[in-house]
């Protein structure tokens, strides 16, 4: 627990309403818009009751999302390949192209 929230912290705290009672979608993200942020990136986390029995094989819930930013993370190929197929994953743009190394 921290022994003094910051002057940020506060302000954001004082937005939320009492109680902790759990907000509407749209009153959480505008909630969210609202509040001061840090000078690092935040992630949001989540929770949603979809009232399903995973037991059962028919109601498993699966799925993927494409971020708007993606990761944020910068993609590095390298391709082990000889010849023709080396020259042109270096041409691609591939940083490391080789058999040997």
């Known amino acids: 627990m921290i022994a003094k929230a910051s002057r940020r912290v506060r302000e954001n705290r004082e937005q939320v309403p009492p109680g902790g009672a759990p ?7 505008s909630l969210l818009a609202t509040a001061r942020a840090p000078a690092f990136d935040e992630s949001v986390d989540i929770a949603i009751r979809l009232g399903i029995n995973t037991r059962q094989g028919d109601q ?12 944020g993370r910068q993609t590095r190929v390298a391709v082990f390949a000889e010849g023709e197929a080396a020259d ?13 190394d």
């Open 23 to 29: 907000l509407p979608l749209p009153d959480a993200l």
């Open 60 to 71: 498993q819930v699966r799925g993927a999302t494409t971020l708007p930013h993606g990761s």
């Open 88 to 100: 042109e994953a270096s041409t691609e743009g591939a940083l490391a192209v080789g058999m040997d």
